[in-house]
């Protein structure tokens, strides 16, 4: 006779292959994976983008690979990587919500803060693997195209390339604790809501209207606690130095952020009354 044992139901494997079979996983993950070839052809039929007066990474984003690298982490940092994150975190629940399927999940049966870690787990991999995915591809991409070699730095000088790939991956790590918050509030809608669209989109607007507040110089000091300040402060590992500071503070902001959103998902689950 078999008995029931509850960490036997619905295994990580599982929700990951039903995860992966969903068209916008696939839709996703084709984007960021595309996307440093067309800005590498960008560069090469345009070519090379010079000074524009103010050091940035786009005048030196065709010095080499890792160069490119930092220039497609830091265009996509605001708005596609939001995108993606929100998606796979804020689809994951309402999604089965939206089917009428999520109840019968329940009725399997499958404890619900079971249901709700297996699907978070399996949602922040997809999250981490996207943000990975993108600079990963445009090295390839950079290589291919503009060849490899030291970092050169916007302000001046150049970090060696062991170096550099020690900062690149702190600069990594930094993107995906940004990242969090976002995470989170996705993931929060969508235990709350029964339209992925609605996660997605409530979590892509938190980041809209913070950027607008960030950008009110009034606020002063209060702009420090909005959930995109530090959103690039990784910005500071290209200094001759790095810089801990504001990616300390950085990550202090959406851990919090993203500790808090996450107790409130669970809460919420917890409570709600499944009936789709």
């Known amino acids: 006779m078999t008995t029931y044992n509850v960490r036997r139901t619905l295994p990580l494997r599982v929700e990951a292959v039903r995860q992966f079979r969903r068209r916008r ?18 560069f090469k039929l345009g070519g090379d983008p010079g000074p524009d007066g103010v050091p940035s990474l786009v005048g030196v984003a065709t010095s080499s690979a890792l160069n490119f690298a930092l220039f497609t982490l830091f265009a996509a940092t605001g708005f596609l990587l939001v995108v993606a994150v929100a998606l796979f975190c804020g689809d994951t629940v309402a999604s089965e919500a939206g089917w009428s399927s999520l109840r019968y999940l329940l009725a399997a ?23 990975v995915s993108l600079p990963v591809m445009s090295l390839v991409a950079g290589t291919v195209g503009f060849g490899w070699g030291d970092i050169a730095l916007p302000t001046g000088g150049t970090v060696p390339v062991g170096t550099a790939l020690g900062r690149m991956a702190i600069i990594i790590g930094y993107s995906l604790i940004a990242q969090l918050v976002v995470a989170a509030l996705a993931f929060l809608l969508s235990v709350t809501t029964d339209s992925p669209l609605g996660a997605v989109g409530g979590a892509v607007g938190l980041v809209i209207v913070s950027n ?6 009034a606020l002063g000091s209060w702009r420090d606690f909005l959930p995109t300040h530090w959103m690039y402060a990784w910005m500071d590992a290209l200094q001759p130095q790095i810089q801990w500071t504001g990616m300390a503070k950085g990550a ?10 996450f107790a409130l998902a669970f809460h919420r689950f917890r409570t709600r009354d499944i009936v789709s």
């Open 25 to 42: 996983t696939l839709v996703a993950f084709g984007i960021l994976l595309v996307l440093p070839w067309v800005l590498m052809l960008a």
């Open 252 to 261: 202090a902001i959406s851990l919090s952020y993203a500790v808090i959103l």
């Open 212 to 217: 607008i507040l960030d950008a009110v110089t």
């Open 109 to 131: 049966p499958v404890p619900r803060a079971r249901l709700l870690r297996q699907k978070l787990v399996v949602a922040l991999s997809y999250a981490v693997v996207a943000v």
